[in-house]
DNA sequence: ATAATATATGAACACTTGCTCATATATTCA
DNA sequence: TGAATATATGAGCAAGTGTTCATATATTAT
């Protein structure tokens, strides 16, 4: 334990802090679990696919439409979301229809969009 | 325009849906931005920096130490989100010390943080 | 000046990611 | 049944990512 803290050549130089930081630093698991919900978010094409998904439900053609992308790719991009259950689906015959299925997503999607907009704001 | 829409063997299954998502979508700039910010936090190294940054500043020596890994790996994802201005740091001789340095992304973090407890109380 | 040390950084490498293309599956319609 | 069509998916490939290793830079101490 103690032990461990030796680094930087022998002597930790902020002993007190190191130990502080190390109490509520977040465990790896939950490091991973957060980063896969961020991961989820770090795509533009999934970006604009939650965006488009905000109000209201679309098939995957649709979707394609909107998008301005191939079918293929859309599809491949709604399986990773389907997995992380960040869309839920309903087939209706052959169309399945796409919607959100997360309201922390929906938070997380618009605390971004405020950042941006405050980035954009700075950069004027 | 109206032209673009078709697809899906020449027919756009929901015209009006269509156009109302395509109207409110996020421009693929803005798409970049946020999948930028949100790619900040997908990765789990980053994610315990910010953690660990999130009561004091740190120190990159002290930081590889709770962390458990190289100084270097550490100084490089350092340099990741200083050029996305999410840490800001000062230097006091040899020793950089690291901040967090923006609001915003603490409350992604505390966002993302809340939604890991509520999957991890779904699947209990 | 020289040695020691905190941090930064380039190159390389394994691994991941997002797309395309081809094709499979499932449902509807004739 | 067989053709048409909405969606899903596997393989493959180009581009991106996170680490290590070696080394550069900058500051302090002798």
């Given at each position: 334990?103690?032990k461990?803290?030796a680094?930087?050549e022998?002597t ?23 980063a ?37 790719a ?20 052959r ?19 405020e ?10």
């Open positions: 334990m103690i461990s803290l680094a930087c022998e930790v130089i902020h002993e007190d802090e190191v130990l502080a930081a190390s109490r509520t630093l977040i465990n790896r698991q939950t490091a991973e679990r957060l896969q919900i961020f991961s989820a978010l770090s795509d533009p094409t999934r970006l604009r696919i939650i965006s488009a998904l905000s109000d209201h439900e679309l098939c995957v053609c649709d979707l394609s439409v909107v998008l301005g992308m191939s079918q293929s859309v599809s491949h991009q709604l399986r990773l979301l389907r997995n992380l259950n960040l869309v839920k689906y309903r087939k209706e015959g169309i399945v229809y796409y919607a959100l299925d997360d309201e922390h997503i929906r938070e997380l999607f618009g605390l971004g969009l950042h941006t907009a405050h980035q954009e704001r700075m950069e004027a």
